[in-house]
């Protein structure tokens, strides 16, 4: 559904991954489905894809085709499912790891600071832990090494103080009390830029993103039959510094770990010496595939 979400890198991930008309496949984020579509639409009868998603919003984009299956939960536990859906393994797996526009674009949902609404940020609603209640119960330690880690913000320090001096005062429950809260830190040639950073810290923490990313990664290995193929789309150094590292050595932390003999033993190969960018077209058509990078891996 290209009003819920436009698919970044559509063609290029979907020609990286399938190598097997007749596979078995993944969307491990399946958000507006767009990817999915694309692997159905190349599947023979005998193909099966699977889809994963932790929101719920997401459900009702789902296709009606026998070849599909939409499991409402994280991508973490892809493994789990793999073994029930593809027990001789997976021929491909896709992940797509930006936030959908549907996500940016509902106001309540509180992912950006376009609007005034609950500072909420949870990609599954029913989870237990909002941005809100992060902004209010962090020490001010706690706030200064996500905003550093999760969003590299500069001033990490000062803004941490900023919050907790100001939650002193009233509780901080919306985006607009956020920004009321820190307006003292931003440089004013770079305003949107840096609660961008903001947000994607606060993001990152709700949803425990990294550690969701390293089980995926782990997980994704395990379920890749010999020769299969995962192709993963990243939007910030983070994520994409995890996924490079992994791919090189099996590692989220790049340290590679060898075999008696000396051999690597990463799981991984990857496909290409560089990672995939969207062209300038699909830029100037959707400005969020801007920072878009595409790795391609193939299982030994």
């Known amino acids: 559904m290209s009003e819920y979400h436009n698919s970044v890198l559509l063609k290029q991930s979907v020609d990286a991954l399938m190598t097997n008309p007749s596979g078995r496949y993944a969307d491990a984020t399946f958000g507006g489905g767009g990817h999915s579509r694309e692997i159905l639409s190349r599947l023979a009868p005998d193909g099966r894809l699977i889809a994963f998603d932790r929101d719920a919003d997401a459900l009702a984009n789902a296709p ?53 609404a609950p500072l909420d940020m949870r990609m599954n609603v029913q989870g237990a832990k909002t941005a809100a209640d992060i902004v209010n119960s962090y020490t001010q330690e706690e706030l200064e090494r996500i905003l550093k880690i999760y969003g590299e913000v500069d001033n990490a320090r000062k803004l941490a103080q900023l919050i907790v001096a100001a939650r002193a005062k009233a509780p901080i429950h919306s985006t607009g009390d ?67 590292n992994f791919i090189r050595s099996g590692r989220t932390d790049g340290v590679e770990e060898k075999d008696v003999y000396g051999r690597s033993a990463a799981p991984l190969s990857p496909v290409g010496r560089k990672p995939a960018t969207p062209e300038e077209s699909e830029i100037s058509s959707n400005t969020r595939a801007r920072s878009a990078k595409l790795r391609v891996a193939e299982k030994n």
Request: no cysteine; proline share 2%; glycine share 8%.
């Open 64 to 116: 009606q085709d026998p070849r599909f299956t939409l499991i409402h939960n994280n991508f973490r536990f892809i493994h789990n499912y793999a073994l029930i859906e593809a027990p001789d393994g997976l021929d491909g797996i896709l992940a797509d790891l930006g936030v959908s526009s549907h996500q940016f674009d509902t106001a309540e949902r509180g992912f950006s600071f376009r609007w005034d």
């Open 178 to 244: 956020l920004g009321n809260a820190v307006a003292g830190a931003l440089p004013s040639f770079a305003e949107h830029k840096y609660l961008a950073k903001v947000y994607q810290a606060l993001r990152i923490e709700v949803n425990d993103e990294m550690r969701a990313l390293e089980k995926f990664l782990q997980g994704a290995a395990k379920s890749l039959r010999k020769g299969g193929r995962l192709a993963v789309i990243t939007y910030h150094s983070l994520e994409d510094r995890m996924v490079k």
